[in-house]
């Protein structure tokens, strides 16, 4: 018997023992930040590696579904302006449901903005206080980086004010303090975006940082400002930057069909990928099209346009849909992916023309 609890004892012991030194072990892995993981004082060392915590914001929110078929889409069977088609026109399904009015708060297609926009305002409120707290940026790119995060939130901002109304506005990266945020008013938010859009406009360049019309220059951020002060009611400041941007002559009204080029001088700021087609012109010119515009029936996309008018025919495409029946599809994105010699195409976030309109 003694001998048993001996042996207990001992085992016990080594047990002890074995876990002190996995403990040990532990605790000095956990001393040193792995290699490969950034913190915040390293993400921004310097402008190369800040240009890439700013790009993640531009990548994802390019590839997304919130833009490739997701924002315009959605308000566009809201507003009446596309009908869905195919799998999309089933009862239940995400079109059906948003073309009918049948929005549930439990599942609704559009509660994805409400998470994935507030991802990305965490990814510019982090952006932003990284580049404060930088000391190896350069103060030239500081006030670049800064000023197209300040614009993005904005914008984030501004569509999440125009889907819910009111709602938690957040300029800090914790969560754990951010979470419990309540609603701040409609009208607020739109002024505080106003003014992140006013600091940015004091902080980017007249010029685009890279090759291409892909950032936030002041153009961008002046055609943003104009939507969101028109949308405010505020017109004075709407008309102010709208004209900062008609007075721009590196912009001008492009042919109908040049519109969407990589090169049309109607541009204003684009989103780049890797292809020379969108997502949008390749879901919309093919025969399993999942949308396509109202029609035969008053009020209806298609009968809003006059018989004459050129920009109907560019737009909207007349197809069979392989049983007889005539779609009328979304005809704006010309390079569906089948022509790799076709036009290089990209979406657009903003062109001239809405700026014109706005003022």
Not at 74 to 79: C, M, R
Not at 181 to 199: E, F, V
Not at 250 to 279: C, G, K, P, V
Request: hydrophobic share 35%; aromatic share 14%.
């Amino acid at each position: 018997m003694k001998n048993k609890r001996t042996h207990y004892i001992i085992s016990a012991l080594l047990v002890l023992l074995v876990l002190s030194a996995i403990t040990m072990s532990c605790n000095k892995a956990l001393e040193v930040t792995p290699k490969y993981i950034l913190n915040e004082e390293k993400a921004f060392e310097n402008d190369s590696v800040a240009a890439l915590q700013l790009a993640g914001i531009y990548s994802e929110f390019a590839n997304s579904g919130s833009l490739s078929y997701g924002i315009h889409l959605d308000l566009s069977f809201i507003s009446d302006d596309m009908e869905p088609l195919s799998y999309l026109a089933v009862p239940g399904s995400a079109g059906y449901v948003l073309y009918n009015y049948q929005l549930r708060p439990i599942d609704a297609p559009t509660n994805d903005y409400w998470t994935n926009f507030y991802r990305y305002i965490y990814y510019t409120n982090s952006i932003i206080a990284g580049v404060d707290a930088s000391t190896g940026m350069t103060a030239g790119y500081k006030k670049q980086c800064k000023g197209e995060a300040l614009a993005w939130r904005a914008f984030f901002y501004y569509y999440l004010a125009s889907f819910y109304g009111p709602l938690p506005y957040v300029t800090d990266g914790n969560y754990a303090v951010t979470s419990h945020y309540t609603r701040t008013g409609t009208d607020s938010i739109l002024s505080y975006c106003m003014t992140d859009l006013k600091s940015a406009d004091s902080l980017v360049s007249e010029d685009y940082p890279t090759t291409g019309r892909f950032h936030f220059n002041r153009a961008a951020v002046n055609a943003l400002l104009a939507r969101v002060a028109l949308a405010k009611g505020d017109y004075q400041e709407a008309i102010n930057a709208a004209s900062l941007v008609l007075n721009d002559n590196r912009y001008a009204l492009a042919t109908l069909h040049d519109m969407f080029n990589e090169s049309s001088t109607e541009t204003i700021m684009q989103l780049w990928n890797q292809y020379s087609y969108t997502f949008v012109g390749q879901a919309s010119n093919n025969e399993s099209t999942t949308y396509g515009v109202t029609h035969d029936s008053d009020g209806s996309l298609y009968s809003a346009f006059d018989e004459n008018d050129a920009r109907r025919d560019r737009f909207i495409k007349q197809q069979d849909d392989g049983t007889g029946t005539l779609l009328f599809v979304n005809n704006k994105y010309l390079n569906n992916g089948s022509d790799d010699n076709g036009p290089s195409e990209y979406l657009i976030m903003f062109r001239l023309d809405e700026v014109l309109l706005n003022r």
